[in-house]
């Protein structure tokens, strides 16, 4: 992604990146390294996005939109925005009301935690991105504060009565987000 953003040009065309990661926790830029309690074998990696301290694995769907925000006059909030409403919008087309938290990036289904944001802008665009539980193993949100807050509980899509399979859900989050990308550019 870095790689990528630094070697863009005017003429580059954005991409979405869509994929699973291995097990991973990775500590944003400004982390608090308390916040990673018991790591256990899981490796754990510090990267270049906002945000505290998340946990990435196989089974939750990573969107990485890698956006000239310059050229399409998108705002960070507004991405944030984008990205945290097509979370809300592809749960609800599973009959599962989510939310958002003013004072917390990412979106919610009751008092549980079911997609995390972290991004980076860095020579007018983004990347990092959204990760959105589907169907994981959730024991290794217990061994850290998951985004900074102690006990917070981790949902996933497959226990609220949604889909388990990744390539069903990511078409309809990629559906949603661009759907609110092309509103946005309007």
């Known amino acids: 992604m870095q790689e990528f953003t630094d070697q863009r040009t ?6 979405l990146w869509v994929l699973e990661h291995e097990p991973v926790f990775t ?3 400004n982390a608090d390294a308390s916040h990673l ?7 754990v990696i510090n990267v270049d996005r906002g945000g505290q ?7 939750q769907l990573v969107l990485y939109p890698l956006l000239d925000l310059r050229r399409s006059g998108l705002g ?11 979370v809300i919008g592809c749960l609800a087309r ?14 919610y289904v009751d008092e549980a935690k079911i997609a995390s944001l972290g991004i980076r802008v860095r020579r007018g665009a983004s990347y990092h991105g959204l990760s959105l539980n ?23 899509v497959a226990s609220l009565g949604g889909p388990d399979n ?3 859900v990511a078409d309809v989050l990629i559906s949603e987000f661009l759907r609110r990308l092309k509103e946005e550019y309007s």
Not at 10 to 15: A, F, H
Not at 53 to 59: F, I
Request: aromatic content about 6%; proline content about 11%.
């Open 37 to 43: 309690l018991d790591p256990g074998a899981i490796p």
């Open 10 to 15: 005017v003429d580059t065309p954005d991409e």
């Open 134 to 156: 589907i169907n994981m193993d959730l024991e290794p949100f217990s061994r850290i504060n998951p985004c900074g807050y102690a006990g917070l509980a981790m949902t996933q």
């Open 76 to 86: 960070v909030r507004s991405l944030i925005t984008a990205l945290e409403q097509s």
């Open 27 to 29: 500590l944003g830029m």
């Open 94 to 107: 599973y009959a599962i009301t989510a939310t958002t938290r003013p004072s917390a990036p990412g979106v």
């Open 53 to 59: 301290v998340t946990y990435h694995g196989p089974g």
């Open 166 to 168: 990744l390539g069903t």
